[in-house]
Nanobody
Framework: QVQLVESGGGLVQAGGSLRLSCAAS????????MGWFRQAPGKEREFVAV????????EYGDSVKGRFTISRDNAKNTVYLQMNSLKPEDTAVYYC?????????WGQGTQVTVSS
């Protein structure tokens, strides 16, 4: 069982930056690929970014490429999402995800609001 707690969301003006954190419980954190997803009101959940268990591989959704960076610190059981050049369309609840084989865990989400 893995519990995920996101933090770092808030209100920011367009063009600004935020860094989200996701703290994971459990000693098996390093065995999970970690990802970020987001969901805006009235829209489906959207893939944002994913990082492999050792940080050696990352992927990004087309809408955030070049602006967002995912990273992880396995010693701290934490994954980060650095968000730069934020746009109003980035407004959403951001969810942390941990996945390994059949195991798939989600956090409760953190709200990010970008004002124009």
């Amino acid at each position: 069982q893995v519990q995920l707690v996101e933090s770092g969301g808030g209100l920011v003006q367009a063009g600004g930056s935020l860094r989200l954190s996701c703290a994971a419980s459990g000693r098996t954190f390093r065995s999970y690929a970690m990802g970020w997803f987001r969901q805006a009101p009235g829209k489906e959940r959207e893939f944002v970014a994913v990082i492999s268990w050792n940080g050696g591989s990352t992927e990004y959704g087309d809408s955030v490429k070049g602006r967002f960076t995912i990273s992880r610190d396995n010693a701290k059981n934490t994954v980060y999402l650095q968000m730069n050049s934020l746009k109003p369309e980035d407004t959403a609840v951001y969810y942390c995800n941990a996945k390994s084989g059949p195991y798939d865990y989600w956090g409760q989400g953190t709200q990010v609001t970008v004002s124009s």
